[in-house]
């Protein structure tokens, strides 16, 4: 007789205690042998605890580890894991301070902290300088009508263009019309040329170093630029995953006075704007580091006074 393991028999007690037929740890152990047999799309039908009682449970069809429904109690959910007892859990409680994070989550969870805590100077701490919500409704309503092609419509139009240059007719593509342009290079050297007419730039660039001295840039050529929040909605506007930038040089005849309107805006809030330009940012403490500090002061206080009230006698 072979010697079971203490997971072995863990999980014969598991289904005998389940009412399913348990033979030996061989059917105990079937749930490994299905796993083995999902990878290899190879699984054979009968290879089941049921097999000896003359069918198949249902239970080895959904696999053995999945965790039954929980049980409520007065105020307590207790949810019973496979091989394990009942376990009661409060109501309500966040256990989201218990979990493991994955690993990008807890760094921009520590940049957070470090860009609060320490003193930010004001070139970096301007990008928490955004443009309201309105206004950034406004200006994604205007750059979404000048979004570029995507490929499959350029795809679609070149193959239009070949079909008509073979039937003979005139195979000549009108002209392309204003658009964003995005990346980083490109929309440098846009306003270096002093081309683009207005700069979106995102406020969560990482690392912020790409993009940390293109406002400087944008206020030297005299040319509007604004911050906004999220580089991913930049970044579908253009059809990618994220833009650190954009820029506009043209628009339509019908969205000139929008444009001025958000040019108005964005010299008043950010290219006119010494105190965004000056202020430093960070420097506040954790809330345990400011009630330590203000029972020093009060302390410090009621030392104070206690001094004045002696030198009064």
Known sequence: MRSA???????????????????????????????????????????????????????????????????TAAGVVLTRYPFFPATPQPKGRDLSRFVKWPKYIRLQRQRKVIMTRLKVPPAIAQFANTMDKNQAVELMRLLTKYQPETKAAKAERLAALARAKAAGQDATSPAP?????????????????????????????????????????????????????????????????????????????????????????????????????????????GLKTQKRLELRKIALEKELAKKMNAGRY
């Open 5 to 71: 393991s203490l997971f072995t028999l863990l999980v014969s007690n598991y289904i005998a205690g389940d009412g399913v037929a348990a033979c030996g740890w061989r059917e105990a152990l079937c749930w490994r042998a299905l796993r083995a047999k999902r990878k290899s799309n190879a699984r054979r039908e009968g290879a089941c605890c049921g097999e000896r009682a003359g069918g198949r449970c249902g239970r080895c069809r959904r696999g053995l580890a999945k965790p039954r429904p929980p049980i």
């Open 177 to 285: 019309g204003p658009v964003l342009k995005f990346g980083l290079k490109h929309v440098t050297q846009l306003i270096e040329d002093k081309e683009a007419k207005l700069v979106v730039i995102a406020s969560d660039v990482n690392p912020i170093e790409l993009v940390v001295w293109l406002p400087a840039l944008c206020r030297k050529m005299d040319i509007p630029y604004c911050i906004v929040k999220n580089k991913s909605r930049l970044g579908a506007l253009v059809h990618q995953k994220n833009a650190t930038c954009l820029a506009l040089t043209a628009v339509n005849a019908e969205d000139e006075a929008t444009l001025r309107n958000l040019d108005e805006t964005c010299r008043a809030k950010f290219n006119d704007n010494k105190d965004v330009q000056r202020k430093w940012g960070g420097g506040i403490m």
